[in-house]
Every structure is written in structure tokens, then in C-alpha cells.
């Protein structure tokens, strides 16, 4: 993993709520403090970040994360910008800014809107600002849904051509099914391009 990173110049992150939430943020504390030492030895780190829909539970008092989707909506508009502050917050410390990024998978596949957003990124990495990326939960579901971002993660990292893409997780890996949901969930050691071809494909 030190080899990867050595080697990788520009780099995505990718954080999901578990993350945010451990140890009262002390977590995030040493995590941004290493993504700025990734950034005074040279390299570009463009984080996509979950953690909306938590901050809002957290606003609102909601111990148990809901199920309907226009309530997980709106707790992501109530909690997305306590989310920044956050960023916002723990870079200024390392006097880095940070710029809020909300996109959804139908723009990465509008060719106008791709160049776009590519633009707009690389426009931030030149002036040395890191993107905080998160699906804009309001006008689209995906992520709520299926992912926890980790496919807007790799949207981004194709986007703009990284190098490296980490995803900071409190799960063991990749499985074959979802191990929150499926208690057969086989853990994946180790994945050839051509399987992870066919497994996007759904037919792993
Ligand atoms: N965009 C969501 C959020 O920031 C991530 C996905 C999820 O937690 O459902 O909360």
C-alpha cells in the first residue's frame, strides 16, 4: 500500500460514514492530517465523502437510520452542510480550503456535464483546493440506495484519470454480495481486471 501510494501522484479518497463517525472524529482528525502530508509531498487528493444522511440523523435526533427515501433525502440536505463544516474545519488547521462538489451518476453520463465537473476539478487541484465530493442526494437516489459512494468513488477516479483510488471502509474488503444484508457474503481476496469486468456486469 506505501508502494502504491509513493508512487500515485493524484488520488481519490473515499470515506464512508463509519468513518466519520468513529471515535467522536478523532478518526478524521489523523486522517486529513495524513491527506495533508500527501499534499505538502507533491500529490493531489480529491476525497468523496459520505456522511450527509449521518450528520443529519444526528441533527434531527434520529437514532435509527430511516428507511423511507424522501426522509433519507432531506436528512442529507439538513446534514450536508454541518458535513463541510467539518472538512472545512479540520483542513483549515493545515490552512488547505476545500470546495464542495455534489453530482449525480446522470451528470458523469451527460457529455456536457462530464467535461464540466472534469473541468471544474481540475481547475481546484491547480489553485490547490480539495474537492469534497458527495452525490447531490436531493435530486438523485443511487448512492442511497446501493452504494455508500463507493461507485461514485470510482466514477470520479476514471474521471479524472487517478492514479489511486482508497476506499477508508469498517468493512474487511470487497465481497461478493452485500455483507450487511446476506450472511452467505463471501469475502474477495483477490480480483483479476477480467472478474471485476464480469462482476460490474453482474455475472460474477
Ligand atoms: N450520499 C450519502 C451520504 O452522504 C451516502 C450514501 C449513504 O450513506 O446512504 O450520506
Redesign the pocket.
Known amino acids: 500500500m506505501r508502494t502504491e501510494l509513493s508512487k500515485s501522484k493524484r488520488i481519490v479518497i473515499k470515506i ?2 463509519s468513518i466519520i463517525d468513529a471515535n467522536n472524529g478523532s478518526l478524521m482528525s489523523r486522517i486529513c492530517s495524513q491527506i495533508n502530508q500527501c499534499l505538502s509531498n507533491n500529490k493531489e487528493v480529491l476525497i468523496v ?8 440523523m444526528k441533527i434531527m435526533n434520529i437514532p435509527q ?1 430511516p428507511k423511507d427515501t424522501k426522509k ?1 433525502q432531506s ?2 440536505a439538513l ?2 452542510q454541518r ?1 463541510m463544516l467539518m472538512y472545512e474545519k479540520l483542513f483549515s488547521v493545515y490552512t488547505r480550503r476545500t470546495a464542495q462538489v455534489l453530482i449525480t451518476h446522470n451528470d458523469v453520463d451527460d457529455r456536457v456535464r462530464y467535461l464540466n465537473i472534469k473541468g471544474t476539478l481540475e481547475e481546484l487541484l491547480i489553485n490547490k483546493v480539495i474537492p469534497i465530493i ?2 447531490n ?1 436531493v435530486v438523485s437516489t443511487e ?3 446501493f ?3 463507493d461507485n ?1 468513488a470510482s466514477m470520479i477516479a476514471n474521471l479524472v484519470s487517478a492514479d489511486l483510488m482508497i476506499i477508508l471502509t469498517d468493512q474487511k474488503g470487497m465481497y461478493d454480495k452485500n455483507p450487511d444484508h446476506c450472511k452467505d457474503a463471501k469475502l474477495i481476496n483477490k480480483i483479476l481486471i477480467d472478474e471485476l469486468n464480469d462482476f460490474l456486469l453482474g455475472s460474477f
Open positions: 464512508g460514514s465523502t459520505s456522511g450527509a444522511i449521518s450528520q443529519g437510520r433519507l436528512l442529507a446534514g450536508q458535513l458527495n452525490e442526494d448512492e442511497i440506495k452504494g455508500d459512494n461514485l
